[in-house]
């Protein structure tokens, strides 16, 4: 034990052979270099180069090795365990490197690194040892519990005080191939065989006989995975009198045979580990060697893990009784408040860069004619004019027809009412144009979207009446584009406002419906409790579910474009963007995709902001850029939703799993929804954390290979990269574009043989997204 901590036992050795041993506390095996074989009571382990090996409390276990090798051993003491954590006999830990599942690697990176400090920390020596080893105990312990317990099981909860307990258990383990009885143990005990039946059941909590078959249960097992043996020779050799008494037992604890288990769980063939009769071990101390070793354990350190509370949750999706279900995908609206805009360089860019990543049909602008797009009438005594009015609005819509793109343009009920009669004047001339220079198949594609709020002070029959008239207007010059209203709905009363009951009786004259969805309106953000920020969790779905049933209700079963939406977020430039929201934005995608016929974005904060002297932030619509082109959570969150193919056959709260001809995709979701404001505060945010077990059975067995796509506030936000890059000096187009090229989601690549059921660990950040595309592989 080293006397400078005496709860902690480290040793780096050659290891030739370590005699059979009952294991005191928990102890870490970790192969600096080398070979090393681990046998245990049901087990055999075979080590190469950094793999790293848990031995629960009360484990017989020995070792061999080629003495070429250079092991680290970390024992931690009961003492110290039962000091710290109150469920440590009734916990055990599964913890091997060669079993590890995907999503777990990064935690035994953390181990080796924690392990690889302790051996510096302990060379060094100096004043803080202690204190530095109580840190590097405290992490490695914190990720054990949180994400490697398992249920204990009587082994672990032997009371390792109890020296006469000890001395029977050990004296089973090694003898368990012989016909032991009570009578025999009670003699070398010195006590009466009633005695120790009711002391052991005491002890142990099942009788004397139950626990020395479940001993030898758990070396058959051994035998059956690991060695081509018979099953007789299996039953004699671990201490059953015949074949059939072992097969009766063996399918009493695992429900099937001996030989079903075999087949269906066998492993490679491995030589156990001969009896030797002494330890041959080296102890290594300081060297350059061993140094150089340890210092490729430090290199690898992962920093994409934060070892911090988390809700753990297991997650299991048979493929077997799945139901195929399209994928929908509605169009895509994309904002630029005025036509001239997308003569701007960069808002072309930003425009092609949706249109190639998100998929984009229609371009949203306000006032179709009222704007300055249109350059003033100059008057001329030309006899032909060569000047047109139309010339900046032709440069636009020539983009855009080259492109594929089509005009989503918002009419309010002011704009018009303003000159009434110098509008439609207006409205039809440009239409006129149109029709001459892009032709009536391009122009049947726009959508006109007449427009007023919820509290208007206007009365409904002038509504009414200036839409009927817009609509004749429009339909006259171009019959087949789609003229629709906007039709505010109030999610409480489940109704429209008295000044919008008209165009519920006016199904013929409208081609769809628009509407708004907003999680923020649903809160006051200066309350500080979260019951209320709950209550907005599904209001987006659940508004677009009663617009729906409400217009069906009325006969009006028209398409419906969400023209403007968002997820909840802060209504300050900080609260905003600290709130990381990417799975909230996803989430509400997927799940009004087949109700939906277009969803609306904002094209960048710069222009959702204009006209706004105070460039305050704006939450009635969902930007999919920031300044200088970066691209906020809305566009990631969205590109996996244009990434998902095939059908789902397997989708929940927080998950989708669908299936496509080259293999299979798997979304994983945090989705949270609180208060703004608490995003700003670590300590609360570490209960949302999700650390997720996922198992997936009856995939289609073989080679695969999956990438892992990550998007959370640590891998793709663009706000934190701003803060960690920030100055009070500014930032200028350097700093920005660097910012802008670490602000993507993370990439990781396995490769797995998948035979049976598939499992993996996924560890969720609040409303992170976890991407898996699980390729089938061809050889």
Sequence with gaps: MDQR????????????????????????????????????????????????????RNELFEMQGNKQNSVLRFTISDTYMDQFYGEYRNRRFECFSGDIDMGREVLLDQLRTFFGEM??????????????????????????????????SVFEKIDTEDQRIIQIVDYLEKHFQEPLTLEEMADKTFVSPGYLSRYFKKAMGMGFSRFLMNIRLKHSVKDLLYTSDSISQIAMKNGFPNAKSFAKFFKEIYGETPKVYRDQHVEEKVNTIELIQKEDIETLTNSNEIFLKIGSLLTEKDNTYSNTEARY????????????????????????????????????????????????????IRNLVGNSTFLPTVETDELISTSSPYFTADLAINFLKKHDLSIFSRIDYQDISMDEEAYFT????????????????????????YYESYYSAVDGKELQRIYEKLHHTIKKIVPKIHVGVYIPFSIEKERTSDQHVWLLQKADNIDFIGYH??????????????????????YIKEKTTKLKNYLKQLHMEKPLHLISWNTLSGNTRYTNGTFFRGALV??????????VQSLG???????????????????????????????????????????????????????ILTEYEGGYQLVLMNCTNINPYFSIEDAFLRQLNKDI????????????????????????????????LGSIHGVDLEVTKYINRLSHPSMQIFDETILGDWSFYSFLSINAIHFFDIRKTYS
């Design 601 to 655: 974005f904002w094209i960048n904060t710069e222009l959702h902001e204009v006209g706004d002297q105070h460039h305050r932030i704006q939450l009635e619509g969902m930007e999919l850029f920031h300044f200088f082109k970066g691209k906020r959570p809305a566009y990631h969150a969205m590109a996996f939703a244009e990434k998902l193919s095939g059908n789902a056959i397997a989708y929940g709260e927080d998950y």
């Design 586 to 595: 996803l989430k509400n995608a997927l799940e009004i995709s087949k109700d």
């Design 693 to 724: 077990r996922v198992t997936i059975s009856n995939l289609k067995p073989g080679e695969y290979q999956i990438r892992k796509y990550i998007f959370d506030k640590d891998n793709g936000a663009l706000y934190k990269n701003w803060g960690n």
């Design 426 to 449: 207006k409205l039809k001339a440009f239409l006129r144009h149109c029709l001459l220079a892009y032709g009536e198949s391009y122009l049947s594609k726009w959508h006109i979207l």
């Design 517 to 538: 969805a907003n999680q923020n309106n649903a809160i006051n953000f200066e309350e500080s409790r979260n019951d209320r920020f709950l209550f907005a969790k599904d």
């Design 119 to 152: 051996v510096i920390a302990y060379f060094r020596n100096d004043e803080i040892y202690a204190i530095e080893m109580q840190r590097l105990v405290s992490e490695v312990l914190l990720i054990l519990i949180r994400r490697f317990k398992e249920k204990g």
């Design 313 to 364: 949750e297991e997650l299991f999706i048979d493929t077997s009784i799945s139901t195929q279900e399209k994928i929908y995908r509605p169009d895509h609206v994309l904002i630029i408040r005025e036509l001239k805009e997308i003569l701007r360089e960069d808002v072309r860019e930003q425009v092609l860069a949706v249109k190639d990543e998100l998929r984009l049909n229609y371009i949203g």
């Design 5 to 56: 901590q005496k709860d902690f036992y480290l040793r780096i050795q050659k290891i030739g052979y370590v005699a059979p041993s009952l294991n005191r506390g928990i102890e870490f095996v970790l192969v600096i270099d080398g070979e090393l074989k681990i046998e245990t009571r049901n087990r055999i382990y075979q080590l190469k180069d950094k793999d790293l090996l848990l031995i629960n």
